[in-house]
T-cell receptor, first 111, second 116 residues
Framework: TQLLEQSPQFLSIQEGENLTVYCNSS?????LQWYRQEPGEGPVLLVT?????EVKKLKRLTFQFGDARKDSSLHITAAQPGDTGLYLC???????????FGQGTRLTINP | DSGVTQTPKHLITATGQRVTLRCSPR?????VYWYQQSLDQGLQFLIH???????AKGNILERFSAQQFPDLHSELNLSSLELGDSALYFC???????????????FGQGTRLTVV
């Protein structure tokens, strides 16, 4: 069974601080996605990383895929209250046609 | 709006009962995925259908079953319900072309099932 472990599970910081969320696995994935989920809503895709070592930036969010395609990180600079939510990483096992999710990081940005 | 429609939005039922959750994928999407999300948990993959055929199974209980119909909508049937089945059930769809390369999964708003 492929598992994705996210850390930390909970993070509460002040507005303006920087943070990094990690997503780790012992398995190799074809690609890795990051989603954000708000209460009462389904997850919404933020980014897909495909190539080992790939770095993608989305405004204040920076996503990195590990060289071995087993891990990923999400870095947020100058966090804002609007960044509050549940951040989920998901690994694609293309051969098994499964999208496997981590348990999520619940992020709270305090004004 | 993701374009994926799930009904009902809320469902309260008693233990031992059977319920059916419905999902209409985005127009043109052939793949439908079902996930279960318990309180403060990530999403647990249940099952994947592509163009009417089952393609992958996750940790889906024998009491649960699903199908995808010719019009591509999907139903998840949950029977002999237990208290522990209370959760959010999400459906997602994606284009799924060729060897089912997943580019993006679009999620519905979920069905909140409460078993009492």
């Amino acid at each position: 069974t492929q598992l994705l472990e996210q850390s930390p599970q909970f993070l509460s910081i002040q507005e303006g601080e920087n943070l990094t969320v990690y997503c780790n696995s012992s398995s190799v994935f074809s690609s890795l996605q990051w989603y954000r989920q708000e209460p009462g809503e389904g997850p919404v895709l933020l980014v897909t990383v495909v190539t080992g070592g790939e770095v993608k930036k989305l405004k204040r969010l920076t996503f990195q895929f590990g060289d071995a395609r087993k891990d990923s990180s999400l870095h947020i600079t100058a966090a804002q209250p609007g960044d509050t939510g549940l951040y989920l990483c998901a690994g694609l096992n293309q051969g098994a046609q499964k999208l496997v999710f981590g348990q999520g990081t619940r992020l709270t940005i305090n004004p | 709006d993701s374009g994926v429609t799930q009904t009902p939005k809320h469902l309260i039922t008693a233990t031992g009962q059977r319920v059916t959750l419905r999902c209409s994928p985005r127009s043109g999407d052939l793949s439908v995925y079902w996930y279960q999300q318990s309180l403060d948990q990530g999403l647990q993959f249940l099952i994947h259908y592509y163009n009417g055929e089952e393609r992958a199974k996750g940790n889906i209980l024998e009491r649960f079953s699903a199908q995808q119909f010719p019009d591509l909508h999907s139903e998840l049937n949950l029977s002999s319900l237990e208290l522990g089945d209370s959760a959010l059930y999400f459906c997602a769809s994606s284009v799924g072309a060729g060897r089912l390369i997943i580019t993006e999964a679009f999620f519905g708003q979920g069905t909140r099932l409460t078993v009492v």
